[in-house]
């Protein structure tokens, strides 16, 4: 069952059709998927992941402390990395956009689930209707739905960075089984069965220190950045205004290439069907056109933005700029 494509809240047709303009042609070009570079961005974060595993466990066998320590920190950031990677990868199979052949597409999407520990079908479900409730109470990606204060608004925020990226683990097969059909429940299921298979003999053959260090580990550090990269698109934003939704982090190329283009957020929301490595050719096309919208030039520079007000319990846009008139 191939995977399929997100669908645009009504109040943002309008606005897309705007921004397209007699430009069509050229938005046409960037809904192409290109296998070259969605194969030069796996295989360079499963490199990132062996190099990463390769300097934990070499770091692991020394016995001289300040080499030892510094080391395994860098190789255990590495294999984290790769594997938030690895989860934006699944991103983009969400919108069946990782390739072209959708079996190859829901194949691929699922193994990179398996090191994430997450269901492909309930994350799908969940996803799509964040898509296509967004900021309206079908979204389950809202945290202002779930909080009675201010205060409690701002623990889910920080949570959301720190917890909630294991706690999903367990919510998505949950939530997106009670919004699945008969078919996507089987789904669910058969997942899951594999999913035990795959646990049962990695965990048999592979000693459990060694697991801890290439991935169990490194598995906190990529839902720290996986947390940070949904608070820094949703977090102190005006969901009733298509153009204030969402946050665009407008990054250094190094972690626009860490990040595979998915800190263009504004314009993947408006652009769904466009691949994350055409994202900034979007972004470029578009940008001026705006009247106005939300971006920080860092994801440090939002944090630091984030941690200000979160102290002040304000809840108001982050990054708040105009562009120019309509």
Request: charged share 15%; net charge positive; hydrophobic share 50%.
């Amino acid at each position: 069952m191939s995977l399929p494509p997100a669908t645009l809240p009504p109040e943002y047709l309008p606005l897309k059709r705007k921004l397209m303009g007699e430009r069509k042609d050229e938005f046409a070009s960037f809904r192409k998927e290109d296998v070259r570079l969605r194969l030069f961005e796996i295989v360079t974060f499963l490199f990132v992941w062996l190099g990463g595993a390769t300097l934990t466990l070499f770091g692991a066998s020394l016995s001289t402390l300040w080499l030892k320590v510094p080391l395994m920190a860098l190789g255990i950031f590495l294999c984290g990395l790769a594997l938030f990677v690895f989860f934006l990868e699944v991103h983009e199979g969400m919108h069946s956009l990782l390739f072209k052949n959708k079996l190859l597409n829901d194949l691929v999407s699922f193994l990179f689930c398996l090191p994430l520990f997450m269901s492909l079908t309930g994350a799908v479900i969940l996803h799509l209707r964040h898509h296509r409730y967004l900021g309206e109470k079908g979204d389950p990606d809202e945290y202002r739905f779930y909080a009675k204060t201010k205060l409690g608004l701002m623990l889910l925020y920080y949570g959301r960075m720190f917890i909630a990226p294991t706690i999903y683990i367990f919510l998505i097969p949950v939530l997106g089984y009670r919004h699945a059909t008969s078919r996507q429940r089987r789904r669910i299921f058969l997942e899951f069965a594999v999913m035990l298979i795959f646990y049962f003999i990695i965990f048999s053959h592979i000693p459990l220190m060694t697991l801890l260090f290439i991935w169990l580990i490194p598995s906190f550090v990529a839902g720290f950045l996986v947390g940070l990269w949904g608070l820094a698109q949703h977090a102190f934003t005006n969901a009733s205004d298509p153009l204030l939704a969402s946050r665009s982090i407008h990054a250094s190329p190094l972690v626009s290439f860490c990040f595979i283009n998915q800190n263009y957020h504004f314009e993947h929301h408006l652009f769904p069907e466009v691949p994350s490595y055409h994202l900034k050719k979007v972004y470029e096309v578009t940008w001026g056109q705006l009247p106005y919208a939300l971006y920080s030039d860092s994801y440090i520079g939002f944090l630091r933005e984030f941690i200000r007000l979160s102290f002040k319990l304000e809840d108001k846009p982050i990054g708040y700029t105009e562009i120019i008139g309509w």
